[in-house]
């Protein structure tokens, strides 16, 4: 399945290209003593020009049947290419980029691979209940490995500590897998999906 880039993706973000879009599909979900569970998820990566992609994850729990049972969670937030920012990129706080992105063309994307022949990736996400991550990790081809980097959590929000994902892309369906690290617990398996796109 050819991938497709569209025109006016800013060009840092043509490593994710083969994440635009949206997509669905269904996996399951558990963790330590907590039973198996099937989830439906739909998740979206949009661009609007800045060097980030937005993120957006919903997950409905199913009953056995595979019908909808009730939503159980969202997630949502920003995948970009780990870098120094400077003084043309956005930020902080509404200051605004400059209008020529700091990464004007391939050649520029292409000086930022690592020794391992991929790109440095960062991502931010929030969840309800107090809880945010900041995952590093590398993008190569479509792979994406990830491991938190640092966990922010609200007094009252539940224990969490670490976590790691990985997602892929196989005969052109998105795979991921989730292992975290939570309520006293080590890092072990929670949640995998595989997801279609659509539209």
């Given at each position: 399945?050819?991938?497709?880039?569209?025109?006016?993706?800013?060009?840092?973000?043509?490593?994710?290209?083969?994440?635009?879009?949206?997509?669905?599909?269904?996996?399951?979900?558990?963790?330590?003593d907590?039973?198996?569970?099937?989830?439906?998820?739909?998740?979206?990566?949009?661009?609007?020009?800045?060097?980030?992609?937005?993120?957006?994850?919903?997950?409905?729990?199913?009953?056995?049947?595979?019908?909808?049972?009730?939503?159980?969670?969202?997630?949502?937030?920003?995948?970009?290419?780990?870098?120094?920012?400077?003084?043309?990129?956005?930020?902080?706080?509404?200051?605004?980029?400059?209008?020529?992105?700091?990464?004007?063309?391939?050649?520029?994307?292409?000086?930022?691979?690592?020794?391992?022949?991929?790109?440095?990736?960062?991502?931010?996400?929030?969840?309800?209940?107090?809880?945010?991550?900041?995952?590093?990790?590398?993008?190569?081809?479509?792979?994406?490995?990830?491991?938190?980097?640092?966990?922010?959590?609200?007094?009252?929000?539940?224990?969490?500590?670490?976590?790691?994902?990985?997602?892929?892309?196989?005969?052109?369906?998105l795979?991921?897998?989730?292992d975290?690290?939570?309520?006293?617990?080590?890092?072990?398996?929670?949640a995998?999906?595989?997801?279609?796109?659509?539209?």
């Open positions: 399945m050819p991938i497709e880039i569209p025109s006016d993706l800013t060009p840092e973000l043509v490593p994710f290209a083969w994440l635009l879009g949206t997509w669905e599909g269904e996996g399951f979900l558990g963790y330590g907590v039973e198996q569970r099937p989830f439906r998820q739909r998740v979206s990566f949009e661009q609007n020009g800045l060097p980030f992609l937005q993120y957006r994850a919903e997950t409905t729990l199913l009953d056995e049947e595979g019908q909808p049972l009730r939503p159980a969670t969202a997630e949502q937030g920003f995948w970009q290419l780990d870098r120094p920012l400077e003084d043309g990129d956005v930020g902080p706080g509404m200051l605004p980029p400059d209008v020529v992105p700091v990464l004007r063309n391939a050649e520029d994307v292409e000086r930022l691979r690592n020794a391992d022949g991929g790109f440095d990736v960062l991502v931010t996400l929030t969840h309800p209940g107090g809880m945010a991550e900041l995952y590093v990790g590398q993008i190569k081809g479509p792979r994406i490995d990830l491991a938190t980097d640092a966990v922010v959590r609200a007094r009252g929000a539940k224990e969490y500590s670490a976590a790691t994902r990985m997602y892929g892309l196989v005969h052109g369906d795979f991921w897998a989730w975290m690290a939570a309520l006293g617990d080590p890092l072990a398996t929670h995998s999906a595989q997801l279609r796109k659509v539209g």
